[in-house]
């Protein structure tokens, strides 16, 4: 099984500041259509998770642009430039490439 | 909207069987494969498997296998995850979710199995 490991596991951050979780896997997820099979999830406190960049830099459907996804291969980073106090929640980075499917073990942002 | 609706909270005795159910609204039923992914209290995210909701072949985690039946109904627009042999550790919240081919991008609201004597 590809295993994806996310860094760091807790990210204190004052509104307005960027932040950055980095996720790298143990196999490439490069596919040969040439997109990285690389997704991003946000899970806010008691809800589901809710998709926010697919194949490692294409933002999902209604995810603020202060969003973003990079990498390529097996190192991946998901960026935001500004944080807002609804952005506090647990991220985690997905590999769809092959079967099982497998998920980093999840980022923890919160608000100072 | 597209939206996945699943069934209500389950108690459950170890041994016992479960079976949830995700019903699929706003899209085309049999466009989009279904997923299943599952969090156990205060841990991460488990992907057990989908199924094509076209051909209604499965694809299962193997750590699942043998345990894990996952179903169709096109007539309703429904999926359905069985899993049997409950032990205490799947007490879980069980996600539906729409799986476009490259990420699962539209999640159910989640049901919660709990596994007790």
């Known amino acids: 099984d590809i295993v994806m490991t996310q860094s760091p596991l807790s990210l204190p951050v004052t509104p307005g500041e960027p932040a950055s979780i980095s996720c790298r896997s143990t196999?490439?997820?490069?596919?040969?259509?040439?997109?990285?099979?690389l997704d991003w999830y946000l899970q806010k406190p008691g809800q589901s998770p809710q998709l926010l960049i697919y194949?490692?830099?294409h933002r999902a459907s209604g995810v603020p642009d202060r969003f973003s996804g990079s990498g390529s291969g097996t190192d991946f980073t998901l960026e935001i430039s500004r944080v807002e106090a609804e952005d506090v929640g647990i991220y985690y980075c997905?590999?769809?490439?092959?079967?099982?499917?497998?998920f980093g073990q999840g980022t923890k942002l919160e608000i100072k | 909207q597209v939206q996945l609706v699943q069934s209500g909270a389950e108690v459950k005795k170890p041994g016992a069987s479960v079976k949830v159910s995700c019903k699929v609204s706003?899209?085309?039923?049999?466009?989009?494969?279904i997923a299943w992914v599952r969090q156990a209290p205060g841990q991460g995210l488990e992907w057990m498997g989908w199924?094509?909701?076209?051909?209604?072949?499965?694809n299962y985690a193997q750590k699942f296998q043998g345990r894990v039946t996952m179903t169709t109904d096109t007539s309703t627009s429904t999926a359905y995850m069985e899993l049997r042999n409950l032990r205490s550790d799947d007490t879980a919240v069980y996600y539906c979710?729409?799986?476009?081919?490259?990420?699962?991008?539209?999640w159910g609201q989640g049901t919660t199995v709990t596994v007790s004597s």
């Open positions: 979710t729409r799986d476009s081919g490259t990420a699962l991008d539209v």
């Open positions: 706003g899209y085309t039923f049999n466009s989009y494969n």
């Open positions: 199924i094509s909701t076209n051909i209604g072949n499965t």
């Open positions: 196999q490439s997820l490069l596919h040969n259509s040439g997109y990285n099979y």
């Open positions: 194949l490692g830099s």
């Open positions: 997905m590999q769809a490439l092959q079967s099982p499917y497998t």
